[in-house]
């Protein structure tokens, strides 16, 4: 038993030397059931395309994504079943959404280029992402690379309009709203002016997201893949893009809603920092009509004083963070552009507080 408690004789690790490996980007995938993810999901694990993606399928989803799926009992592992295919593609199950059963794939399969993560119909995708993004920051094997909501042409608009009970969030409106690219399916299967009444709810929702559009989930792969939604390189992208989107009207009472305002001058950072927290996590700022405002998705390009680049905001539910891209102001203006994806939002009583507390002096628009 003595020898048993002696201290072991420490031993140098050899095994992480050199540079650090590349991270392995994460797309998380949502949508209700039947609007078209294991078609999406089947369809990128069979075509050719010279990448190897895991495709992780929750053991809570509707069933696996391949309908012959082998399944391979590994007794205590994080992970249940899986299936090589031959375009170097792998799918598997897993009993949780945890970080370690991918890092444990990882480990046990080698490395991918990508990973597909399918949630649950049910699932808020922004409580999986959250996971994600914090990790990344405790020196994870992968990040997040973006989220994708699949949306059925035909039954889509009447899911997006279902309220629920108690004033809870609608499912579908949610997973859109958290959304950095949607994949309208089943086009064929209505005519031209539903198709532009599910387009235009999915927009009145989120005014940032990117629309594609396709029949049997079908899509190109590019489109779907290497989004940098949660990164610094999309900070240029993001600039850009703010500089276009409309602010949204609700298509529905209660319904979720994009926000939008943009401001000039130099912030300061505590008191942007105290900004977020009160609208994310303290819930103090109310509309008009005294409902507490609710943020689903969150982002930004800000002029911090005393700091030459831009600085990338991003937010998810109760989660932000603040970094610094590689774009320097310069001679532009300052101009400091927001977007808020929420319940509840009033832009004018959102601008005249982040004017009066955040904007050093006041700022003008």
């Known amino acids: 038993m003595e020898e048993e408690d002696d201290c072991p004789e420490l031993v140098p690790i050899h ?28 369809y990128i694990l069979t075509e050719q395309h010279n990448k190897r993606i895991a495709v992780i399928l929750n053991e809570f989803g509707e069933g696996s994504a391949l309908e012959k799926s082998l399944a391979v009992s590994q007794a205590g592992e ?23 059963a991918i890092e444990n794939l990882m480990e046990k399969k080698g490395k991918f280029d990508y990973i597909l993560l399918e949630t649950t ?14 990790d990344a920051e405790l020196g994870s094997d992968v990040y997040l690379d973006g989220i994708v909501t699949v949306i059925d042409a035909k039954y889509g608009l009447q899911q997006l309009k279902e309220e629920k009970a108690n004033g809870l969030v609608n499912e579908a409106a949610r997973q859109v709203a958290l959304a950095d690219l949607t994949i309208i399916n089943k086009t064929d299967l209505v005519e031209e002016e539903e198709l532009n009444q599910v387009r235009d709810t999915v927009r009145s ?34 600039a850009a893009k703010l500089q276009l ?64 680049h831009q600085v990338l905001l991003q937010g998810v539910h109760e989660l932000y963070e603040l970094n610094e891209t590689p ?17 509840n939002l ?9 004017i009066s507390t955040v904007v050093i002096n006041g700022g003008k628009n």
Not at 121 to 134: E, I, N, R
């Open 346 to 354: 009033d832009k004018n009583i959102l601008q005249e507080i982040f």
């Open 245 to 308: 989107v409309k602010p949204t009207r609700p298509h529905l009472d209660k319904s979720i809603l994009t926000v939008t305002f943009e401001t000039t001058g130099d912030l300061c950072e505590d008191a942007l920092n105290t900004f977020i927290q009160d609208l994310l996590w303290e819930k103090k700022f109310c509309n008009k009509a005294g409902e507490p405002m609710s943020v689903i998705r969150l982002k930004g390009i800000v002029s911090f004083a005393g700091k030459a």
């Open 205 to 238: 929702i989120n005014g940032l997201v990117k629309i594609l559009e396709t029949q049997r989930s079908r899509v190109d792969l590019s489109e779907v893949l290497d989004l940098h939604s949660f990164d610094c390189q999309d900070g240029a992208k993001l």
């Open 15 to 42: 095994s992480q030397p050199g540079p650090q490996a590349r991270q392995i980007p994460v797309t998380i995938i949502t949508g209700y059931l039947g609007a078209g993810k294991t078609t999406l999901l089947n």
């Open 327 to 343: 774009q320097l102001w310069e001679e532009n203006p300052h101009t400091n552009r927001l977007v808020f994806i929420g319940r």
């Open 121 to 134: 119909g049910l699932a808020d995708p922004g409580a999986v992402a959250s996971m994600f993004w914090v």
């Open 78 to 100: 994080l992970y249940e079943e899986w299936l090589e295919l031959r375009n170097g593609c792998l799918c598997c199950s897993v009993k949780d959404n945890g970080l370690k």
